[in-house]
């Protein structure tokens, strides 16, 4: 049998992460954490949204950086607007649903209407696809007003 496992370095947050996205995100929890000698935490797992993710405190040789981030898929502006100010706070926003949360680790926040709203005609996905480069936080009504009118 083969699974695949998010395993993701942090420098020494790696306790205080899983519990705020145990927190934050829907359908999540700790599973387990292995700790030092000290109590310290050194490996926590955790299933985010349902997928295994392990985080590890490495320490600092291997910060992390947005060549990889996690992708939560929603339904509703309700959830992208309440997602976003929480793995925002602390953190900063970027380009087109991306964010990095105080933890250093990058997000995209992106509506489960996004597939639909970027594969029509040509002209409407070229419309969302500009509609979506002049946003940071995702505003779908934003997007599908662009595909409506393309």
Not at 47 to 72: C, F, K, R, W, Y
């Amino acid at each position: 049998m083969t699974t695949l496992n998010t395993f993701i370095w942090f420098d020494n947050a790696a306790e205080q992460a899983a519990e705020f996205y145990a927190a934050t995100v829907p359908g999540s929890k700790i599973v387990e954490i292995t700790r030092n000698s000290d109590g310290s935490a050194f490996i926590v797992t955790l299933e985010l949204a349902g997928q295994a993710v392990t985080i590890m405190n490495g320490g600092p040789d291997h910060p992390l950086t947005d060549a990889i981030s996690l992708q939560l898929v929603v339904d509703t502006q309700e959830e992208i607007d309440q997602l976003w100010a929480v793995l925002t706070e602390g953190g900063a926003p970027g380009p087109c649903g991306w964010l990095t949360d105080r933890y250093g680790l990058s997000w995209q926040i992106a509506p489960s209407a996004m597939p639909r709203l970027m594969n029509g005609e040509p002209e409407q996905a070229l419309a969302v696809a500009m509609a979506l480069r002049s946003m940071s936080k995702i505003d779908v009504k934003v997007l599908q007003d662009a595909y409506d009118h393309a």
